[in-house]
DNA sequence: TATGCATCCCTAGGCTCAAA
DNA sequence: TTTGAGCCTAGGGATGCATA
């Protein structure tokens, strides 16, 4: 899917491209998900998330997909939202990268602002690479984006399983604080029925655990939700974060 | 200089296989 | 028997190298 910026003067708002509706059947290796599009033809489409997608993944639901013209894609149509009974979800998990980035472009992001340099996916750590690097003079921040689908009674919650790998990077962030630097774990709640953020401890205490270690070690933590529709998403509102 | 291609990494869970 | 490593799944983005 490739989000557009929709105009010159808002670059922080991301536009859909034509979305077509349907029904979710099933969702199966983690990368796939039978769909039946409205005109009763049944299809497999690309699932951007491998996370478990716990309570967003409810066959019988309205989804939304964009259609790829890519020819060398084996499935052309890619799963972008649900329609859950509270709010939209976005589940594709190449989004937040690309609106967190957008928004600090724009400076909606108070936390972030002030660097005068922003490069994507840049290595770190023991062969890990991290999300986003602002750069500041000879100051540096490293920025870790999480995408967030998960909600209980209002609260945001991450991981939606076991995360090994999250845990790696709240261990390699830690690092950075040690050599001088700036660290932020940022969670996107793509969806818009959250009033707070907590990492999910009935899930993973572990992530939970190391999640409370590194914020004493310096790490900052960010969480935002979205507003989403079926045509554009943008940055919401700051999430408190409750540890 | 521009373009195309290959490679690596990212995502999480299931599975296989080897070692203890 | 248990544990851990490695591979697989699909697609996108970044990077490095080769070629035009």
Redesign the pocket.
């Known amino acids: 899917?490739?989000?557009r910026t929709k105009n010159k003067t808002d670059p922080g708002v991301l536009k859909w491209p034509p979305l077509l509706k349907a029904t979710l059947i099933r969702r199966y290796?983690?990368?796939?998900a039978d769909v039946r599009l409205s005109n009763n033809h049944l299809v497999t489409a690309?699932?951007?998330?491998?996370?478990?997608m716990?309570g967003c993944s409810e066959p019988g639901r309205p989804v939304y997909l964009t259609r790829?013209s890519?020819p060398?894609?084996?499935?052309?149509y890619?799963w972008e939202m649900i329609q859950m009974p509270t709010s939209l979800v976005g589940i594709n998990?190449?989004v937040p990268?690309?609106l967190v980035r957008a928004s600090i472009l724009s400076g909606k992001i108070p936390e972030l602002m002030g660097y005068t340099e922003i490069?994507?996916?840049?290595?770190f750590?023991k062969?890990?690479?991290v999300d986003l690097v602002l750069r500041r003079d000879e100051e540096l921040c490293f920025l870790?984006i999480?995408n967030c689908t998960l909600v209980e009674d209002e609260v945001a919650f991450f991981?939606?399983?076991?995360?090994?790998?999250?845990l790696?990077?709240l261990i390699e962030l830690q690092e950075e604080i040690k050599g001088g630097h700036r660290a932020v774990m940022f969670y996107l709640v793509q969806r818009m029925d959250a009033k707070a953020f907590s990492p999910a401890d009935h899930i993973d205490p572990a992530y939970g655990a190391e999640l409370r270690k590194a914020l004493k070690a310096g790490l900052e933590i960010l969480a935002y939700d979205v507003k989403i529709n079926l045509e554009t998403i943008s940055l919401g509102a700051p999430l408190p974060v409750k540890l």
């Open positions: 899917m490739e989000v290796k983690r990368f796939m690309h699932c951007p998330n491998s996370g478990s716990l790829s890519n060398r894609r084996r499935l052309k890619t998990t190449l990268n690309r490069q994507s996916e840049v290595r750590g062969a890990s690479r870790e999480k991981p939606d399983a076991v995360t090994s790998r999250g790696k990077h």
